[in-house]
C-alpha cells in the first residue's frame, strides 16, 4: 500500500541547515508537500513540489525531489529556534486529491542556540 | 489568507458522552473537508471526507455511527464523537480545500 517514511528526530545548532528527509511509495502522486506543525496548533502548509519538477526554493526552503529513488528532502537554511516544530511530508496518493493524502509520521526538528 | 477555524481546541469529557467539533472555512467555501486523527508520535491519518449536501466518506476502519460527520453549509462541518471511550482520546484536525489545503488548529480530545 501506500507509505511515507521520514526520520523521526533531528537536532540542529541555530544558523546551521536542517536537511529533512522522506521516502514514498506512490509513484502516481502528483504533488508532494512539507508541513510543519508547532505545538498545540495545527498543520502548516510550508511548500510543495509537483511531481515533474526536481526542485523548488522558496526563501530558506529548498525542496529536492528525486522520483526515481522516489525521495524528498526539505532544506532549511540558517535555521531558526523559532523554526522547531514537525515536519510532516506528505503525498497526495492516487488521483491527486489533496484531501487524501498520505502523511509521514513527522520529523521533531530541535534547533539548539 | 484562508483561514480555517476548529473549535473547540480542547475539550475533557467522561466516557459515554458526545462530543462535537465544529470545522469553518472564514473566508472560502469549501464543498470538501476533511477530519483526520493524529495519535501521539503516529502520522495524520484520515478518517473520512466530508461532502457539502451529502454524505460523508469513511476511510476503511473508521466506524461512521461513532463518528458522525454533518456537511450543512459550504462553510461548516461538524465531528461528533459519539459515545466517547477513553481510546478515543486523541487529537483531532480537520482541513478545507480551497485553492489550496487549508487545516484547522486541532482538537485535543480527552476521554476518562
Known amino acids: 500500500g501506500e507509505d511515507v517514511e521520514q526520520s523521526l528526530f533531528l537536532s540542529v545548532r541555530e544558523g546551521d541547515s536542517s536537511v529533512i528527509n522522506c521516502t514514498y511509495t506512490?509513484?502516481?502522486?502528483?504533488?508532494l508537500y512539507w508541513y510543519k506543525q508547532e505545538p498545540g496548533a495545527g498543520l502548516q502548509l510550508l511548500t510543495y513540489i509537483f511531481s515533474n519538477m526536481d526542485m523548488k526554493q522558496d526563501q530558506r526552503l529548498t525542496v529536492l525531489l528525486n522520483k526515481k529513488d522516489k525521495h524528498l528532502s526539505l532544506r532549511i537554511a540558517d535555521t531558526q529556534t523559532g523554526d522547531s516544530a514537525i515536519y510532516f511530508c506528505a503525498e497526495s496518493g492516487h488521483g491527486g486529491s489533496q484531501g487524501n493524502l498520505i502523511f509521514g509520521k513527522g520529523t521533531k526538528l530541535s534547533v539548539k542556540p | 489568507g484562508a483561514v480555517v477555524s476548529q473549535h473547540p481546541s480542547r475539550v475533557i469529557c467522561k466516557s459515554g458522552t458526545s462530543v462535537k467539533i465544529e470545522c469553518r472555512s472564514l473566508?472560502?467555501?469549501?464543498?470538501?473537508m476533511f477530519w483526520y486523527r493524529q495519535f501521539p508520535k503516529q502520522s495524520l491519518m484520515l478518517m473520512a471526507t466530508s461532502n457539502e449536501g451529502s454524505k460523508a466518506t469513511y476511510e476503511q476502519g473508521v466506524e461512521k455511527d461513532k463518528f458522525l460527520i454533518n456537511h450543512a453549509s459550504l462553510t461548516l462541518s461538524t465531528l461528533t464523537v459519539t459515545s466517547a471511550h477513553p481510546e478515543d482520546s486523541s487529537f483531532y484536525i480537520c482541513?478545507?480545500?480551497?485553492?489550496?489545503?487549508?487545516f484547522g488548529s486541532g482538537t485535543q480530545l480527552s476521554v476518562l
Open positions: 506512490d509513484s502516481s502522486s502528483t504533488y
Open positions: 482541513s478545507a480545500r480551497g485553492e489550496k489545503l487549508f
Open positions: 473566508d472560502f467555501q469549501a464543498t470538501t
